[in-house]
């Protein structure tokens, strides 16, 4: 971490790149990467403070560094940023690099649109309040069995085959959640209000059109959203239930209790992969030195660098990550493994998307490193239906094909949960003066709409705030339909690699080497995969998958 950081050696920075003079295109593009430079450089200070508050929620000194990043740098950077963007800009040899950073170019013209000085205060302000609400979840744990256990840790009893245990698991973690839902009502109510005036500043009517632009979605429109929302209710849903009701017969249960979601439907006892997070580390290290000598030396990388955190344990943040240190273009992975089965797989996925931003490293411009999260989680869901094909160092093949059987499963399950909360967002900021009470509602429709036939009965409260749950909702808003266009890419890839790996895995490779440096569509068809989520893409993947599902079950 650098220490000597401060807001006047930061603004000295931009200030000496804004004074330059830069009389053609060669010193043109000389400033673009120097500026280029300097923003790696904030960027990976910025993400190793945040991976140090992240890591240990509990420690003081690390949430008042990144606290004082935010509050004092990130303004600097956000108002000394749109000076350069104008200056790039005006410049009359633009037109000369625009076959080189044309992409990057659009992005700047749509950030110069938006910007406005009076919403500095309000995205500092933003990034405080996100803060405060990592604090309010890292701080959650129960107690059971005589021991403290955080949130993930006790996901490892939801997994159990004793129906009375997954039952006292899920409640006890239920009510641990109700606690604070006012606490987190309050805090959604507060970004939310920040957000909608931020969208009005820009000149925007609404946050959704504001949004859109300032996730530079190029490609597609809210309204593709909502087709695709209704893709997922007639194409994916009846698979959803069709699953479910076939593991209700299997547990001898009418229907399925929240509780009975992540159980073996054989009452077989959960699966314990690993012990730690050392032992998940040198277990997938094997996996990747058989699938590919590329993969492998990545990970390589990240095990002898200490760039994976993997163990869950108190006063951690909640969840997984993986964040990048640009200057030194390595990547780091952040996770909560408590031994679980789920656990492989967001070692996989998180190991996707850093093998994504070793792919990058060639990739001159700190612009083209950030990545539209449409394609970036292509990168770490391929990565899970790929390596996950063989899991031999962690099972046998009895305990393999449940794995695959129950991740499958999870593909399926993610499509109408991403549509919910998709859905969700865009309700509540067509309704910008909505109370708590009105979130409550919109919620519980959207549950009908997307209803699975899981049995709700008496336990309405906790169905109400199950959104809560969901950290997107509170820091990164309108950031997940990305999952389930990725997911659509993802399983494309899977397809292709079944009929040829070795050639399916290089063009992957290849595809994620260009960054952002392409639009989306050429991104993905540089991958060998269709920028589609129509239903003609849809309907055979779902297939596929099912058939899968009935080979393993």
């Given at each position: 971490m650098n220490r000597q950081l401060t807001a006047e050696t930061t603004k000295t920075q931009f200030t000496q790149l804004h004074q330059r003079n830069i009389p053609n295109t060669e010193n043109l593009r000389k400033w673009i990467l120097e500026w280029s430079e300097l923003s790696s450089a904030l960027a990976e200070e910025s993400a190793r403070r945040y991976?140090?508050?992240t890591c240990d929620t509990k420690d003081k000194p690390a949430a008042e560094a990144y606290e004082f990043f935010v509050s004092n740098i990130e303004p600097i950077?956000?108002?000394?940023?749109?000076?350069?963007?104008?200056?790039?800009?005006?410049?009359?040899?633009?037109?000369?690099?625009?076959?080189?950073?044309?992409?990057?170019?659009?992005?700047?013209r749509t950030d110069l649109e938006l910007f406005k000085e009076e919403n500095i205060s309000l995205e500092t302000e933003l990034n405080l309040e996100i803060q405060k609400y990592q604090k309010i979840t890292g701080a959650m744990s129960v107690q059971y069995k005589g021991e403290t256990k955080t949130m993930q840790q006790m996901g490892v009893f939801l997994e159990s085959s004793n129906r009375t245990e997954r039952e006292e698991a899920w409640k006890l973690l239920?009510?641990?959640r109700l606690q604070d839902a006012e606490a987190l009502d309050a805090a959604f109510d507060k970004l939310f209000s920040l957000r909608i005036q931020i969208a009005k500043n820009s000149g925007h009517e609404n946050y959704l059109s504001y949004i859109f632009k300032a996730k530079h979605r190029f490609d597609y429109t809210p309204q593709d959203c909502k087709n695709f929302h209704e893709s997922i209710e007639k194409i994916i849903l009846p698979l959803y239930k069709e699953i479910l009701n076939s593991n209700a017969k299997k547990l001898g249960l009418p229907k399925l209790r929240p509780w009975d979601l992540d159980c073996d439907p054989y009452k077989l006892p959960a699966l314990k992969p690993f012990k730690n997070g050392a032992e998940l580390i040198s277990k997938c290290k094997n996996l990747f030195n058989r699938l590919n000598p590329q993969w492998a030396e990545w990970f390589g990388v990240l095990e002898k660098e200490n760039l994976i955190d993997a163990d869950s344990r108190l006063g951690k943040a909640p969840g997984g990550y993986q964040i990048t240190f640009d200057k030194s273009r390595i990547p780091f992975i952040f996770m909560n493994a408590a031994g679980t089965d789920r656990d492989i797989y967001t070692l996989l996925h998180e190991s996707g998307h850093a093998f994504h931003q070793f792919a990058m490293q060639g990739q001159e411009l700190f612009a083209f490193r950030d990545v539209p999260s449409e394609f970036a989680e292509v990168a770490s869901m391929s990565m899970e239906l790929l390596a996950a094909a063989d899991l031999s160092d962690f099972y046998e093949p009895a305990d393999f094909r449940r794995s695959r059987a129950y991740a499958l499963q999870d593909i399926i399950s993610l499509f109408p949960w991403v549509?919910?909360?998709?859905?969700?967002?865009h309700e509540l900021y067509a309704r910008p003066n909505?109370?708590?009470?009105?979130r409550k509602e919109i919620w519980l429709a959207l549950q009908e709409r997307f209803d699975s036939g899981v049995d709700w009965s008496g336990l309405e409260e906790a169905r109400s705030y199950l959104w809560q749950k969901q950290l997107h909702l509170f820091e990164v808003p309108f950031y997940y339909i990305e999952y389930g266009i990725a997911q659509l890419g993802a399983l494309q890839v899977y397809a292709n690699a079944k009929k040829d790996p070795k050639l399916t895995v290089q063009k992957l490779i290849e595809a994620e080497k260009l960054g952002s440096s392409k639009p989306?569509?050429?991104?993905?068809?540089?991958?060998?995969?269709?920028?589609?989520?129509?239903?003609?893409?849809i309907e055979p993947l779902a297939e596929m998958i099912l058939d899968e599902i009935r080979h393993n079950s």
């Amino acid at each position: 971490m650098n220490r000597q950081l401060t807001a006047e050696t930061t603004k000295t920075q931009f200030t000496q790149l804004h004074q330059r003079n830069i009389p053609n295109t060669e010193n043109l593009r000389k400033w673009i990467l120097e500026w280029s430079e300097l923003s790696s450089a904030l960027a990976e200070e910025s993400a190793r403070r945040y991976v140090a508050m992240t890591c240990d929620t509990k420690d003081k000194p690390a949430a008042e560094a990144y606290e004082f990043f935010v509050s004092n740098i990130e303004p600097i950077i956000l108002e000394e940023t749109e000076k350069l963007q104008k200056k790039l800009i005006r410049h009359e040899n633009l037109i000369d690099l625009e076959n080189e950073f044309g992409n990057w170019f659009k992005a700047v013209r749509t950030d110069l649109e938006l910007f406005k000085e009076e919403n500095i205060s309000l995205e500092t302000e933003l990034n405080l309040e996100i803060q405060k609400y990592q604090k309010i979840t890292g701080a959650m744990s129960v107690q059971y069995k005589g021991e403290t256990k955080t949130m993930q840790q006790m996901g490892v009893f939801l997994e159990s085959s004793n129906r009375t245990e997954r039952e006292e698991a899920w409640k006890l973690l239920t009510a641990r959640r109700l606690q604070d839902a006012e606490a987190l009502d309050a805090a959604f109510d507060k970004l939310f209000s920040l957000r909608i005036q931020i969208a009005k500043n820009s000149g925007h009517e609404n946050y959704l059109s504001y949004i859109f632009k300032a996730k530079h979605r190029f490609d597609y429109t809210p309204q593709d959203c909502k087709n695709f929302h209704e893709s997922i209710e007639k194409i994916i849903l009846p698979l959803y239930k069709e699953i479910l009701n076939s593991n209700a017969k299997k547990l001898g249960l009418p229907k399925l209790r929240p509780w009975d979601l992540d159980c073996d439907p054989y009452k077989l006892p959960a699966l314990k992969p690993f012990k730690n997070g050392a032992e998940l580390i040198s277990k997938c290290k094997n996996l990747f030195n058989r699938l590919n000598p590329q993969w492998a030396e990545w990970f390589g990388v990240l095990e002898k660098e200490n760039l994976i955190d993997a163990d869950s344990r108190l006063g951690k943040a909640p969840g997984g990550y993986q964040i990048t240190f640009d200057k030194s273009r390595i990547p780091f992975i952040f996770m909560n493994a408590a031994g679980t089965d789920r656990d492989i797989y967001t070692l996989l996925h998180e190991s996707g998307h850093a093998f994504h931003q070793f792919a990058m490293q060639g990739q001159e411009l700190f612009a083209f490193r950030d990545v539209p999260s449409e394609f970036a989680e292509v990168a770490s869901m391929s990565m899970e239906l790929l390596a996950a094909a063989d899991l031999s160092d962690f099972y046998e093949p009895a305990d393999f094909r449940r794995s695959r059987a129950y991740a499958l499963q999870d593909i399926i399950s993610l499509f109408p949960w991403v549509a919910i909360i998709d859905a969700f967002q865009h309700e509540l900021y067509a309704r910008p003066n909505h109370a708590a009470k009105d979130r409550k509602e919109i919620w519980l429709a959207l549950q009908e709409r997307f209803d699975s036939g899981v049995d709700w009965s008496g336990l309405e409260e906790a169905r109400s705030y199950l959104w809560q749950k969901q950290l997107h909702l509170f820091e990164v808003p309108f950031y997940y339909i990305e999952y389930g266009i990725a997911q659509l890419g993802a399983l494309q890839v899977y397809a292709n690699a079944k009929k040829d790996p070795k050639l399916t895995v290089q063009k992957l490779i290849e595809a994620e080497k260009l960054g952002s440096s392409k639009p989306l569509p050429e991104l993905f068809a540089a991958a060998g995969i269709k920028f589609d989520f129509s239903p003609k893409t849809i309907e055979p993947l779902a297939e596929m998958i099912l058939d899968e599902i009935r080979h393993n079950s």
